[in-house]
């Protein structure tokens, strides 16, 4: 029963490109737009969810991972025109060794500090990008990023980009759900929720952060040279610390540390706007005042709401049944 | 040579507007035990109620600033009931997405009622230039610095010998036994929030004829702050003001000598560098302010 | 070979010495308690050995190895078990898994065989959730095995630190202040659970303040005070040592 249902679901994501076309011919483009870019932040909400849902660090860092990957599959197809096939698992390897090397550092120090050393790492990065224009363009961009192409595939139309989009967030979804289940996920959370008593449970605290940090920032930097690859421009503005507000939105509204609750989040976060048509700057005001409600009043998020709302439905039915 | 000078005389007026701005953080961490991460709004909104007052409504420099000092002190009052009695109780995590939240709501307000054009306000001061021995500089930039130091002046007198002062300091030691012996701990609480927000609304009267009031300022000030603060040993009032004054003196030179493009990063340089080798600041773990 | 030793082990705060050269031996199958008024440094040197403050001087060797200043989740691989004064659980997690996690480092396998669930992976973890089941039930806590942490009392909170620790079958358990603030009925079943470890042949090494418990069921006292050991052997002898008389009632 699950199954059929896994696969009709599976079906429809694949098909949504000429159900599209087929239920709103006009705007077909548009709804496959907004759902591509749904899917990619999708896939960085839920990296970004690993690191400060399920170790709990609360890392600053992630739009200079997703940054570095995007720089480096931007420069390398451009530059020293790489393919696609090459310069995503070189953009990969960059964020996951940058990673490392910022990681362990910055493990060394307790919650605030470390909080505010990869907000510092975030903002060198960024200072960084937009002034090195020999090397990154600054904020002239780095223009013409030529269309993935692996092959004889090649990946130009809206909804091949989608199906990468779908691709990639599927990936991620298993990497996660695989990383944060069973012992590993166990491993994380006994970090995260007690960590003296971890490291009694011969848990090594730094081991998992590092992981989880790691994999987070890797992904985040092949999330972004996906990014680069679909807008085709690469301007400095996009590894600012708003996106780190907005990952945090997008976490915490949807629910911290829950698979679904953090896409939840990231659709709700990526296409309500773009239905409301709201001005950038109204958004941000929107978004400020939605992020410290939740976070004070709703901690859980969606996730949260939609469990208590599904517990309270299922109650009466178990004593009346 | 008189280059040198100059870049360290710009150093200094750095060093005591992050100073100014450092305190306050300092002082809240200090006495309440957390990070605002929208501390660089007080001053940018205390910089344009300073231009509003002076350019505005055409008030004297000196009632301009007090009143912009007013304003922000009741602000501050505010937000510590709005926002801080909310999360004082709750984890760290929560208060720093709170309080960046806030910060985020605040600039793009200001975006929104101000309009992105950053607001010049020239003074008297700003525009009379200073020679010292081939050194050129703004007779501003003496206020700023004599204004900083009679400031930190008042505030170690202050912490030292006012009521309100002493417990202060006293709850930024031992916050239960505070409560045990009487403290009226929240009145304390706020009171501090006050002085903080005041605190940038003064830097901002000083520091803004020289520079200019966007809404995006505070972004940036509260990081640097926040360098200093971490720099100087969390809630440690005057390794912050030390390590604020480093800050601004190498960022000034940093900006003369290396690059200008890059000065803003040399302030997480610092910081960076200095949480590696000695995490726990400059000057040791201290308790209290 | 002393299963476990300190020699002249010491830790300093702030000018304070919190620990002064102590040297301490516990022998294989012992059941051993450490006592002394309060801050005499039985928590600091707990801490001290088990990896959560590294000592400023002195050395501490387990199975003949020199362990001084090795990493707490590292003290815990080499089968030295402990619990916290202030009873410390994994709240979110279910009693049961609480006590798999104190398991899992201990079953070798490689991070991909836990990312991909390989079958030798499930066997095991199927073999840890039968030893915590019936771990839960010694203490009785067999009932509560799906409740989260969280929810449990205090004194079944504490039985279930207890159960946890005790997964991993450590050589040596280090248990820190078993008895205190549970009602009594709690601290006999406390007393008869250490009493079944003894007997099963497990060295205990335990820091209290209650008194009827230490001379009830120890063979061995070792008297801190200041920092400083002031008195050790059987129980009966150093409650009547005058040194110990004094630390406890003041001059």
Same mark, same amino acid.
């Given at each position: ?321 | ?289 | ?32 308690? *450490? ?19 590294? @000592? ?14 090795? =990493? ?18 994994? @709240? ?6 609480? *006590? ?40 009785? *806590? ?25 997964? @991993?079958? @450590? ?75 004094? =630390?406890?009632?003041?001059?």
């Amino acid at each position: 029963m699950r199954a059929t249902r896994w696969v009709l679901g599976s079906a429809a994501l694949v098909a949504v490109p000429w159900i599209a076309a087929a239920v709103v011919p006009g705007q077909q483009r548009y709804v496959l737009h907004v759902l591509i870019f749904t899917a990619l932040y999708g896939a960085l909400a839920l990296s970004y969810d690993l690191v400060v849902g399920h170790v709990g660090s609360l890392s600053l860092a992630h739009p200079a991972f997703f940054g570095l990957g995007a720089y480096t599959l931007a420069l390398l197809a451009t530059e020293a025109r790489w393919p696609f096939a090459i310069a995503l698992p070189a953009s990969i390897a960059l964020a996951a060794v940058v990673a490392l090397a910022v990681g362990v550092p910055m493990f060394r120090l307790t919650e605030h500090s470390f909080a505010m050393g990869t907000l510092g790492f975030a903002i060198v990065t960024q200072v960084v990008a937009t002034n090195w224009v020999d090397f990154t363009h600054g904020p002239l961009c780095v223009t013409g990023i030529p269309k993935p192409q692996v092959g004889a595939l090649r990946i130009a139309t809206l909804p091949a980009f989608y199906w990468m989009g779908l691709g990639a967030l599927a990936l991620v979804a298993l990497l996660y759900r695989g990383l944060t289940t069973f012992r590993l996920g166990r491993a994380f959370h006994a970090v995260r929720d007690n960590e003296t008593l971890a490291a009694a449970a011969s848990i090594d605290p730094l081991r998992y952060r590092m992981l989880a940090f790691v994999i987070g920032g890797a992904v985040a930097g092949g999330i972004g040279a996906l990014y680069v690859s679909y807008v085709g421009v690469l301007c400095p503005g996009e590894l600012t610390v708003s996106l780190s507000v907005n990952l945090l939105v997008m976490v915490f509204l949807g629910g911290v540390g829950s698979l679904r609750g953090v896409l939840v989040g990231a659709a709700a976060f990526t296409a309500l706007p773009e239905i409301l048509r709201m001005a950038p700057t109204w958004r941000m005001v929107i978004y400020g005042l939605l992020l410290l409600v939740i976070v004070i009043r709703a901690p859980d998020g969606l996730e949260g709401l939609m469990r208590r709302a599904s517990s309270r439905g299922r109650r009466p039915s178990a004593s009346g049944a | 040579m008189s280059d040198l000078l100059e870049q360290l005389v710009h150093g200094l007026t750095l060093g005591s507007l992050y100073a100014m701005v450092a305190t306050g953080l300092a002082l809240m961490f200090g006495v309440v035990r957390l990070i605002n991460f929208a501390h660089g709004e007080f001053y940018m909104l205390g910089g344009y109620a300073f231009w509003y007052a002076y350019v505005e409504l055409g008030l004297p420099y000196p009632v301009a600033g007090l009143a912009a000092v007013a304003a922000m002190a009741v602000f501050g009052l505010a937000y510590e009931r709005a926002v801080i009695r909310t999360i004082l109780a709750r984890t760290w995590h929560v208060q720093l997405i709170a309080t960046l939240a806030t910060s985020i709501t605040l600039t793009n307000l200001a975006i929104i009622v101000f309009g992105t054009q950053p607001k010049e306000v020239p003074t008297r001061l700003s525009a009379a230039i200073l020679d010292v021995g081939g050194v050129r500089m703004a007779w501003q930039r003496v206020l700023v610095l004599v204004a900083a130091i009679a400031i930190f002046a008042a505030l170690e007198w202050f912490v030292a010998h006012a009521r309100l002062g002493k417990a202060m300091r006293a709850m930024s030691q031992n916050r239960e036994a505070c409560a045990v012996v009487g403290v009226d701990v929240q009145q304390v609480a706020l009171a501090t929030f006050g002085i903080s927000a005041g605190l940038a609304a003064a830097a901002a009267a000083l520091v803004s004829p020289l520079f200019s009031i966007f809404p995006d300022v505070g972004a940036l000030l509260t990081l640097k702050a926040f360098a200093a603060v971490i720099v100087g040993g969390f809630g440690y009032v005057r390794g912050a003001i030390a390590a604020a004054f480093l800050i601004g003196i190498a960022e000034s030179l940093a900006a003369g000598y290396l690059s200008y493009a890059y000065k803003d990063a040399i302030a997480f340089v610092v910081m960076v560098a200095v949480l590696l080798v000695r995490p726990q600041g400059l000057f040791g773990r201290r308790i209290g302010i | 070979m002393a299963l476990f030793e300190t020699r002249g082990l010491t830790k300093r705060f702030l000018g304070v010495t919190a620990v002064d050269a102590v040297d301490l031996t516990v022998e294989a199958g012992e059941l051993v308690s *450490l006592i002394g008024p309060n801050g005499s440094g039985k928590t600091t040197l707990f801490n001290c050995v088990t990896g959560y403050l590294a @000592p400023d001087e002195g050395r501490v060797t387990f199975q003949g190895r020199d362990v001084t200043g090795v =990493a707490a989740h590292r003290i815990a691989r080499l089968g030295i078990g402990r619990t916290f004064q202030l009873v410390s659980v994994f @709240p979110r997690l279910s009693a049961l898994e609480n *006590l798999l996690t104190f398991l899992q480092q201990h079953q070798e396998e490689s991070l991909v065989g836990r990312l991909v669930r390989a079958p030798r992976v499930r066997r095991l973890e199927a073999a840890a959730v039968e030893r915590a089941r019936s771990l839960l039930d010694s203490v009785g *806590l067999g009932g509560r095995a799906e409740a989260p942490a969280g929810t449990l009392s205090y004194g079944q909170r504490k039985l279930l630190a207890f159960a946890a620790a005790l997964m @991993p079958d @450590p050589d040596l358990l280090l248990l820190d202040e078993p008895a205190a603030a549970v009602n009594p009925t709690m601290i006999e079943q406390m007393k008869a659970q250490i009493r079944a470890l003894h007997r099963q042949g497990k060295t205990v090494l335990l820091v209290e303040h209650n008194m009827d418990v230490v001379m009830d069921i120890s063979q061995r006292v070792i008297v801190l005070d200041h920092g400083q050991k002031i008195a050790e052997g059987p129980p009966e002898v150093v409650r009547r040592d005058p040194k110990v008389v004094e =630390a406890y009632f003041g001059r």
